[in-house]
């Protein structure tokens, strides 16, 4: 019933034979065998918290030494699109202490009925 459905999407999912052979999801889910072998692969909550974990990792291998409140805080509020395994193809996070939602373009797709089909380019949230 719900195929056509349109929505968008910002994570590659694991459970889509489209992404069966990308090294990113393969990494995943070595790292789930490995380290977390009790979390269903095709909940997406872990995904998404692989993603905010490297973006994590991302703020703190640039703030360096520096590991004060203010800089973490300057560095994570001004992201220029970091490059992050499992973000789908043109989806961007970018933001600034004016706008700090983070999600800068998300990936239109469309439920085929077994799968998520892209439709076009990633659209800016911005």
Do not use: C
């Not at 992201?79 to 193809?89: F, S, V, Y």
């Amino acid at each position: 019933n719900s195929k056509g459905v349109i929505g968008l999407q910002f994570n590659k999912d694991i459970t889509s034979p489209r992404w069966n052979r990308d090294p990113e999801v393969l990494e995943y889910q070595d790292l789930l065998k490995k380290y977390a072998s009790d979390v269903d692969p095709s909940n997406s909550t872990g995904a998404s918290g692989y993603i905010v974990a490297q973006l994590m990792a991302h703020v703190l291998r640039e703030a360096g030494n520096e590991l004060t409140r203010d800089n973490v805080r300057r560095l994570a509020s001004n992201l220029k699109n970091p490059r992050i395994a499992m973000l789908l193809p043109g989806v961007k996070l970018e933001n600034s202490p004016s706008d700090l939602f983070a999600t800068a373009s998300l990936q239109p797709v469309r439920f085929n009925g077994t799968d998520l089909d892209p439709i076009g380019p990633a659209l800016s949230t911005k």
